[in-house]
């Protein structure tokens, strides 16, 4: 991801030596900005050795109470998760696999953020909706949770993999991305769609340029057909 951002987030991590795992995974990756949301263990001497080479991404962690703190200032928000759709009704849980994600994120350029769930029963559904994406790691369907620092290199391998050179597309920023949905949401709302069925439908719509990576130029001429066309039903 030259020329971008990478952070990886912990939610209420459990173990200290997980903590430090995940840090020397980042290490191996050249990857450094780690962020710790409300951890439930200290970050003490076994944490630090598990970190190993990766001390100094250990030492620089920052803390924070809240998710919402450690996503200020990103513009694609990916969560991880083993729990995926069942449902195509459901559309707050569509996976990308890690492959996936790492070949949209050679090809794009801006602040993109790993969300990482508890060990014991990762991030449940209010912080999933934070997440412009949800990466689910194939694994055996008898035992699919993975290891928190197993799943991070995973992860930051295939990214890893993928780097390389090129041009790179300017990712709309989540402040554009809002007022692209905020259009979407007017013109759901003016073409009279059923008060149950909006809610989804503007989530769908949220789902599909996230997955797409759009770009701040496709998302500027979006912008100005939605609101020529609410405009045009008022």
Known sequence: MKESTLRVILVEPEKAGNIGAV????KNFDQHDLWIVNPKTTIDDEARAYAMHGSDVLSSARVVRTIREAIEEIDIVAGTTSVVARSPTNVTRTPLTPKQLAHRLTSTRGNVALVFGRESSGLNN?????????????????????????????ILYEIFQKEQKGKQVLLATSTTRKQLLRQYERLVNLAGTQPHRRKLAVRAFRNLISRSYISRREASLLIGVLRKAASRSV
Request: with cysteine; charged share 20%.
């Open 126 to 154: 209010r912080e999933i909706e934070y997440c412009d994406l949800v990466v689910t790691i194939p694994a055996s369907r008898s035992y699919n949770v993975l290891n928190l620092s197993a799943a991070v290199s995973i």
């Open 23 to 26: 840090a020397r995974a980042m």
